[in-house]
């Protein structure tokens, strides 16, 4: 069989552990050639590729991003995208396309096999919130970097007396701000799912501050909105091909009020790509290898439309199309939990 693999969307800590584990498998295992895409769907919309060996993908296990390169390039925007793709994926001779994405790049695939094309997917995404898959390699890293910071700027906050905001990736869900947030013991934590009374922050901060803790820490995902009339609304950015916005700003804002309403001295820190860069985890490693492996077993058995996914401990097979149907957000019972220790 000749098969092609593409890393499309945001990079992600893990991508190499797919493909390398899909090229081992693939190769050795299965007899097949491997072509790597370059940069997402951009690859087979321009038919810009190379072939993987086992050679070309050794040592790229514990390396961070993506060896084939990534972009977030939607081929259903192209008014012939599906031909195109159709084409040159039939010119490049191959027998399917395994594509390695979050929810827009899965969100493609998917509509893509509904035409007709062979392909199947790998979930990847920092933000763990792709349906259809208890967790998503990326996230375990990203998480690990966002609570060295929240450890750091601990010690410094109580050193100046500080309130330190820590703004964290996730554009629909906080599972990264609360994961984080959790392990880091913030004082605060903010998520998309739940509009956040700017009010309410700072009376935690206060209560706080009458007990003798004069710093404390608050964790925002980027994607935190306030609860409607509390607090300016900030105008949508630039949007991308899949019509995002690109976001941050949130973490700033809030500094201001917090400083207006309470006169403590607050800063923010933002992450930002620092959450998806360098090596992986070696949970995310695993995770990674284990979809790899399985993605290319699917491959072999012809089952398009499909995604190897994490439930529970073990992988299965599940419908892309339910892959991306719906978010996974952080269930209210999951935040209420962990706001019992807020302030
Ligand atoms: O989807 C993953 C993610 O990390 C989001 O949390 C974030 O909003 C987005 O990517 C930012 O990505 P970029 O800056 O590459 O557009």
């Given at each position: 069989?000749?098969?092609?693999?593409l890393t499309?969307?945001?990079?992600?800590?893990g991508?190499?552990?797919?493909i390398?584990?899909?090229?081992?498998?693939g190769v050795?295992?299965?007899?097949?050639?491997?072509?790597?895409?370059?940069?997402?769907?951009?690859?087979?919309?321009?038919?810009?590729?190379e072939?993987?060996?086992v050679?070309?993908?050794?040592?790229?296990?514990p390396?961070?991003?993506?060896?084939?390169?990534?972009?977030r390039?939607?081929?259903l925007?192209?008014p012939?995208?599906v031909e195109?793709l159709?084409?040159?994926?039939?010119?490049?001779?191959?027998?399917?396309?395994?594509?390695?994405?979050?929810?827009?790049?899965?969100?493609?695939a998917?509509?893509?096999?509904?035409?007709?094309l062979?392909?199947?997917?790998?979930?990847?995404?920092?933000?763990?919130?792709?349906?259809?898959t208890?967790?998503?390699?990326?996230?375990?890293?990203?998480?690990h970097?966002a609570?060295?910071?929240i450890?750091?700027?601990?010690?410094?906050?109580?050193?100046?007396?500080?309130?330190?905001?820590?703004?964290?990736?996730?554009r629909?869900?906080?599972?990264?701000?609360?994961?984080?947030?959790?392990?880091?013991?913030?004082?605060?934590?903010l998520?998309?799912?739940?509009?956040?009374?700017?009010?309410?922050?700072?009376?935690?901060?206060e209560?706080r501050?009458?007990?003798?803790?004069?710093?404390?820490?608050?964790?925002?995902?980027?994607?935190?909105?306030?609860?409607?009339?509390?607090?300016?609304?900030?105008?949508?950015?630039?949007?991308?091909?899949?019509?995002?916005?690109?976001?941050?700003?949130?973490?700033q804002r809030?500094?201001?009020?917090?400083?207006?309403?309470?006169?403590?001295?607050?800063?923010?820190t933002v992450?930002?790509?620092?959450q998806?860069?360098?090596?992986?985890?070696?949970?995310?490693?695993?995770?990674?290898?284990?979809?790899?492996?399985?993605?290319?077993?699917?491959?072999?058995?012809?089952?398009?439309?499909?995604?190897?996914?994490?439930?529970g401990?073990?992988?299965?097979?599940?419908?892309?199309?339910?892959?991306?149907?719906?978010?996974?957000t952080?269930?209210?019972?999951?935040?209420?939990?962990?706001?019992?220790?807020?302030g």
């Amino acid at each position: 069989m000749r098969l092609g693999v593409l890393t499309g969307g945001g990079d992600c800590p893990g991508l190499n552990a797919v493909i390398r584990a899909i090229v081992r498998k693939g190769v050795d295992h299965h007899g097949h050639a491997i072509v790597g895409f370059r940069d997402g769907w951009r690859g087979p919309l321009e038919s810009a590729y190379e072939e993987l060996t086992v050679e070309s993908t050794r040592g790229i296990l514990p390396r961070g991003g993506t060896i084939l390169g990534s972009s977030r390039t939607n081929p259903l925007k192209r008014p012939d995208g599906v031909e195109t793709l159709r084409r040159n994926l039939e010119g490049v001779h191959l027998d399917g396309l395994i594509a390695i994405g979050g929810e827009d790049t899965l969100g493609a695939a998917s509509a893509l096999y509904e035409e007709g094309l062979p392909v199947l997917g790998v979930p990847k995404t920092i933000d763990n919130d792709l349906g259809g898959t208890d967790a998503t390699f990326g996230f375990d890293t990203a998480v690990h970097v966002a609570t060295e910071a929240i450890d750091r700027l601990h010690t410094t906050a109580e050193s100046h007396n500080r309130i330190l905001i820590v703004e964290v990736m996730g554009r629909h869900a906080g599972w990264i701000a609360l994961h984080s947030g959790l392990a880091g013991g913030a004082d605060v934590i903010l998520i998309p799912e739940r509009p956040f009374d700017v009010e309410e922050v700072c009376r935690l901060l206060e209560r706080r501050h009458a007990r003798g803790r004069y710093f404390s820490i608050v964790v925002v995902a980027e994607g935190a909105v306030p609860r409607e009339g509390t607090m300016e609304v900030l105008a949508a950015g630039q949007t991308d091909d899949f019509g995002h916005a690109r976001l941050g700003g949130i973490g700033q804002r809030l500094e201001r009020e917090i400083e207006d309403r309470t006169g403590f001295e607050a800063r923010t820190t933002v992450l930002g790509h620092v959450q998806r860069g360098g090596t992986p985890t070696a949970f995310d490693r695993v995770l990674a290898t284990r979809l790899g492996l399985a993605a290319v077993d699917a491959a072999t058995e012809l089952r398009w439309g499909t995604m190897p996914a994490l439930r529970g401990t073990r992988i299965e097979l599940v419908p892309l199309a339910e892959a991306v149907a719906e978010l996974r957000t952080v269930p209210p019972e999951d935040y209420e939990a962990a706001e019992v220790l807020f302030g």
